[in-house]
Structures are given as C-alpha cells and as structure tokens.
C-alpha cells in the first residue's frame, strides 16, 4: 500500500553541490546569531564619526535594538523549542 506521507528532503544533494561532502553547504542558526551580533556591533560603532546632527545617532541605535531584538529573540526561541 502506498503511504501518504511527504517526504521531506532536508539535505543538499553532493552532486548538485560539491561541498556539501564536507558539511559547508548549509549555514546554522549559530551563525546568524554571530551575523546579528556582529552587524549590532557594527552599527554602534558607526556611532562615532564626522557627522554633526544626532538624527543619525538615533536612527542606529534604533536599527541596533532592533537588530539585537531579532536576535536575542531567535536564540531564545530555539533553545526553548518554540523555532526550529
């Protein structure tokens, strides 16, 4: 009798992607909390420079809250199961 379940295909074909063999085809979670955490980094930093108004001042750190809420967020969610 034939199933009617989907199977799912989760992994990279090694023929489709030659590096797949060796694992650097797929990238992690832990990598876009590294991302997140760097571009957060980043956007604090460009705090300091030539520009006079504070405008730009508010519109980082706006944009590094949200960033950082993002990320906070997703890490908290797949440690407690609620992401996969």
Same mark, same amino acid.
């Not at 379940?5 to 063999?21: C, G, H, L, N």
């Not at 705090?47 to 006079?52: A, F």
């Given at each position: 009798?034939?199933?009617?379940e989907?199977?799912?295909?989760?992994?990279?074909?090694?023929?489709?992607?030659?590096?797949?063999?060796?694992?650097?085809s797929? *990238?992690?979670?832990?990598?876009?909390h590294?991302?997140? *955490?760097?571009?957060?980094?980043?956007?604090?930093?460009?705090?300091?420079?030539?520009?006079?108004?504070? *405008?730009?001042?508010?519109v980082?750190?706006?944009?590094?809250?949200?960033?950082?809420?993002?990320?906070?967020?997703?890490?908290?969610?797949?440690?407690?199961?609620? *992401?996969?």
């Amino acid at each position: 009798m034939v199933s009617t379940e989907v199977e799912r295909y989760t992994e990279v074909d090694p023929a489709d992607v030659p590096s797949a063999a060796w694992g650097w085809s797929k *990238i992690t979670p832990r990598t876009w909390h590294g991302v997140g *955490i760097f571009v957060t980094l980043f956007l604090l930093a460009m705090l300091r420079g030539n520009h006079v108004g504070h *405008i730009e001042d508010y519109v980082l750190v706006v944009f590094a809250v949200l960033v950082f809420a993002a990320t906070v967020r997703d890490w908290w969610g797949r440690r407690r199961g609620w *992401i996969r």
